[in-house]
Nanobody, 122 residues
Framework: QVQLVESGGGLVQPGGSLRLSCAASGFTSDNYAIGWFRQAPGKEREGVACISGSDGSTNYPDSVRGRFTISRDKNMVYLQMNNLKPEDTAVYHC?????????????????WGQGTQVTVSS
């Protein structure tokens, strides 16, 4: 059974940085795609990053490209977030089975973790 456990969220001022971590377990191989989505109250879920399990290629929507970076190391997946803005405030979830659609929109069709809260405020 796939398990995803996120950590690293918190309160940060606009322009600041945070690094989120996701500990992944229960996969039968290392060749899985994984990523992050966020959900803010009253807003639609938004995929913010994903990374391929085969070649390590990454995808981001326009809203975070150039500010967020996804990476992975063995069973850990990271999301480095720089130049954070108040609109980045949300619960961030690690998730599997991403698909990248038109305009770089990312959706997830697998499992996800309980999430970690990120609040950007002065």
């Amino acid at each position: 059974q796939v398990q995803l456990v996120e950590s690293g969220g918190g309160l940060v001022q606009p322009g600041g940085s945070l690094r989120l971590s996701c500990a992944a377990s229960g996969f039968t191989s290392d060749n899985y795609a994984i990523g992050w989505f966020r959900q803010a109250p009253g807003k639609e879920r938004e995929g913010v990053a994903c990374i391929s399990g085969s070649d390590g290629s990454t995808n981001y929507p326009d809203s975070v490209r150039g500010r967020f970076t996804i990476s992975r190391d063995k069973n850990m997946v990271y999301l480095q977030m720089n130049n954070l803005k108040p609109e980045d405030t949300a619960v961030y979830h690690c998730a599997t089975d991403p698909e990248v659609g038109a305009r770089g929109l990312i959706r997830f069709f697998g499992s996800w973790g309980q999430g970690t809260q990120v609040t950007v405020s002065s």
